[in-house]
């Protein structure tokens, strides 16, 4: 099994940035990629950044050139560094696992709140 925790939400104001960090523990050599999506009331769940076993990123469009995704690898630690946060960057924030040979996300954390407002 993995175990994901997320941490580092909060309140932000509107152009201010937040460090989100996902700790992982347990068989994390199962894992294929990390990634990190949000929920924000009333949409859909999406994949905000992703990141590879090799260390490949890649982000969604909407977030590219704000966003970055990075791992620490002696802290089993994958972060999501936020830069001119929006207040449509309001959601719910998510770290999740791809599973390395069925390749679907089937491990997420508990969500972390993040709320950008003046």
């Known amino acids: 099994q993995v175990q994901l925790v997320e941490s580092g939400g909060g309140l932000v104001q509107p152009g201010g940035s937040l460090r989100l960090s996902c700790a992982a523990s347990?068989?994390?050599?199962?894992?294929?990629?990390m990634g990190w999506y949000r929920q924000a009331p009333g949409k859909e769940r999406e994949l905000l950044a992703s990141?590879?076993?090799?260390?490949?990123?890649n982000l969604a469009d909407s977030v590219k050139g704000r966003f970055t995704i990075s791992r620490d690898d002696a802290k089993n630690t994958v972060y999501l560094q936020m830069n001119s946060l929006k207040p449509e960057d309001t959601a719910i924030y998510y770290c999740?696992?791809?599973?390395?040979?069925?390749?679907?996300?089937?491990?997420w954390g508990q969500g972390t709140q993040v709320t950008v407002s003046s």
């Open positions: 347990g068989s994390i050599f199962s894992i294929r990629t």
């Open positions: 990141i590879t076993r090799g260390g490949t990123t």
């Open positions: 999740a696992g791809r599973h390395l040979v069925t390749g679907t996300w089937n491990y």
